[in-house]
């Protein structure tokens, strides 16, 4: 079966400082992974996905993720935070297997925090 | 286009009422999915459907009907509203399997849900 842990349920780091939030994964399969980002009171927003091509992926304002299979992480990374980043987000992999195939499993959330 | 749209935003019920949650998709997507979101539980899927007329049991189905009786319309309904589904309920669509295309999903802005 496949799942994912996120490491840390909170994280917080002041603006212009790096962002890292940590994702372990457990698959049998090559997993596809995403992170999915959701600010207070909306819905969830793709943030940057992997599915076996290039290693390190790159997604939207400035987030980027790096599959590395020896380590069974997908750790999601930014160099500077802004304010706009605070938000709770959440790394999913994709189900393998059976009537599941293709379904989505999610991780519990980290908090991310952005001091001024 | 307006996506994955949800009705109603927010409701109240008491315990042992009934109500039926409106999902609606216009980017003609074969997959839909209705997930439950808790504090620290991130999301859980609870029935998703792979075409029109067919639904299934996702990880947290007890409590919970679901039809899709046209393309474009996923209806999750609580038929005697319990406490313990209070929450915040997404509905998400994704495109026919395609490669792995069916692993991006679109979510909608989500419905507010309290069971008094």
């Known amino acids: 079966a496949q799942s994912v842990t996120q490491l840390d349920s909170h994280v917080s780091v002041s603006e212009g400082t790096p962002v890292l939030l940590r994702c372990n994964y457990s698959?049998?399969?090559?997993?596809?992974l995403f992170w999915y980002v959701q600010h207070p009171n909306k819905g969830l927003q793709l943030l940057l996905k992997?599915?076996?091509?290039?290693?390190l992926v790159k997604g939207i304002n400035g987030f980027e993720a790096e599959f590395k299979k020896s380590e069974t992480s997908f750790h999601l990374t930014k160099p500077s935070a802004h304010m706009s980043d605070a938000a709770e987000y959440f790394c999913?992999?994709?189900?393998?297997?059976?009537?599941?195939?293709?379904?989505?499993?999610f991780g519990k959330g980290t908090k991310l925090s952005v001091k001024p | 286009n307006a996506g994955v749209t949800q009705t109603p935003k927010f409701r109240v019920l008491k315990t042992g009422q009934s109500m039926t949650l409106l999902c609606a998709q216009d980017?003609?997507?074969?997959?839909m999915y209705w997930y439950r979101q808790d504090p620290g539980m991130g999301l859980r899927l609870i029935h998703y459907?792979?075409?029109?007329?067919?639904?299934a049991k996702g990880e947290v189905p007890d409590g919970y009907n679901v039809s899709r009786l046209k393309k474009q319309n996923f209806l999750l309904g609580l038929e005697s509203a319990a406490p313990s589904q209070t929450s915040v309920y997404f509905c998400?669509?994704?495109?026919?399997?395609?490669?792995?295309?069916?692993?991006?999903?679109?979510f909608g802005p989500g419905t507010r849900l309290l069971v008094l």
């Open positions: 999913v992999v994709s189900a393998r297997g059976g009537g599941s195939q293709g379904n989505l499993i």
């Open positions: 998400a669509s994704s495109p026919r399997d395609s490669g792995r295309a069916r692993e991006t999903q679109y």
């Open positions: 980017m003609n997507h074969e997959y």
């Open positions: 698959s049998s399969y090559s997993p596809s």
């Open positions: 459907s792979v075409g029109e007329g067919t639904t």
């Open positions: 992997y599915t076996s091509a290039a290693t």
